[in-house]
């Protein structure tokens, strides 16, 4: 069975505070994702990684860095944290390949004050 | 520039009915298209997805038809069940393998008995 995990499940950040989201996967796929979703926009790529040591830009990537240092765990960094990053964000894993089923981790509800 | 879009934003049905959820796109190299659905409270998960090569998939009472002339896709849900409420999203891909996704903003569905 697919397992993606992500901690903090909740979390509140001042505006201008630095946040990390982590994720973790155990399903050795190569690809992992970091989406935002908010009301009425759906589901938004941030930031994807092909692999180890890999981190590609998405749709949305203003304001965030990511993070991949091993096949299993792939990080959102918030540097300088303000209110329109409020948001749930999802981490999703995926084979490479073409057509791949995407797994959803259980996301990180995240309020910025 | 929204390349995914869905109608409608929100749906009620009764139960037993057949319920129809629309997808329409704008890039021409996009060529997979999977449903994700996600129920409240939860993260997203593959419903049903095709590719270009088809013009119908099934799936049990799931059944996506494709108008590849028209850049247009529909989910119909036969016999809908409460159990089917959730929100559904439409989504799309171009063939490489990083399997970038990009999201419609979703419909809404409620299926009262």
């Known amino acids: 069975e697919a397992a993606v995990t992500q901690s903090p499940r909740n979390k509140v950040a001042v505006t201008g505070g630095k946040v990390t989201l982590s994720c973790n996967q155990t399903?050795?796929?190569?690809?992992m994702y970091w989406y935002r979703q908010d009301t009425g926009h759906g589901l938004r790529l941030i930031h994807y990684?092909?692999?180890?040591?890999?981190?590609e830009k998405g749709d949305i990537p203003d304001g965030y860095k990511a993070s991949r240092p091993s096949q299993e765990n792939f990080s959102l960094i918030l540097e300088l944290a303000t209110p329109s990053q409020t948001s749930v964000y999802f981490c999703?894993?995926?084979?490479?390949?073409?057509?791949?089923?995407?797994?959803f981790g259980p996301g990180t509800r995240l309020t910025v004050l | 520039q929204q390349q995914v879009r869905q109608s409608p934003q929100s749906l009620t049905v009764w139960e037993g009915e057949t319920t129809i959820l629309n997808c329409s796109y704008e890039?021409?190299?996009?060529?997979?298209f999977p449903w994700y659905r996600q129920f409240p409270g939860k993260s997203p998960a593959l419903l049903i997805a095709?590719?270009?090569?088809?013009n119908k998939k099934e799936d049990g009472r799931f059944t996506i038809f494709f108008n590849k002339r028209e850049k247009k896709l529909s989910l119909h849900i036969t016999d809908s069940q409460p159990g089917d409420s959730a929100t559904y999203f439409c989504?799309?891909?171009?063939?490489?393998?990083?399997?970038?996704?990009?999201f419609g903003k979703g419909t809404v569905l409620l299926v009262s008995p």
């Open positions: 999703a894993s995926g084979d490479a390949g073409d057509y791949a089923e995407q797994f």
């Open positions: 399903n050795n796929h190569n690809n």
């Open positions: 990684s092909y692999g180890a040591g890999s981190t």
């Open positions: 890039d021409s190299t996009f060529d997979y």
């Open positions: 095709i590719s270009l090569v088809s």
């Open positions: 989504a799309a891909s171009v063939d490489s393998g990083y399997n970038k996704l990009t």
